[in-house]
């Protein structure tokens, strides 16, 4: 007699989402094809990078490509330069991946995740419509 345990949690993989108005989750999902990454961000996405620290991490961030042509999206994420200029808004809800070494898009490590969450929290914003939006600083 043998006991053998199946644990369907190892090919589940974490992903951090910031939604519209809310804090950071960590999401597990077992699967980061095109469609689960739409489905995440409301539509069409693009990746975007602005921050030197989570490129070299290897940390992707996932947008809504067309986030600030839809009407009733709130501000996300506020891109500021060094002097403190906005350089750019960010619309919609956001997705963090990763990708290996052959370019495939891979979930996150708690490296990451906490990384991410130290990089991008230090400070937000909350505009006139009510939103909260997270500066990144680049």
Request: charged fraction near 30%; charge should be negative; aromatic fraction near 6%.
């Amino acid at each position: 007699y043998i006991k053998v345990e199946l644990n369907y949690m190892s090919d589940l993989q974490k992903v951090l989402v910031r939604k519209q108005n809310e804090d950071f989750k960590v999401v597990k999902t077992d699967t980061l094809e095109l469609e689960y990454l739409q489905s995440q961000v409301g539509g069409l996405i693009e990746l975007i990078s602005w921050s030197d620290n989570l490129d070299s991490l290897g940390v992707d961030m996932w947008i809504n490509e067309e986030g600030k042509l839809i009407e009733g999206l709130g501000a996300t994420f506020i891109v500021v330069d060094k002097q403190e200029e906005i350089r750019d808004v960010i619309y919609g809800d956001v997705i963090f991946t990763s990708t290996d070494s052959e370019g495939n898009t891979i979930g996150l490590n708690d490296i990451q995740i906490q990384s991410i969450k130290r990089e991008i929290r230090k400070k937000v914003a909350v505009l006139q419509d009510g939103s909260i939006a997270h500066i990144i600083r680049i």
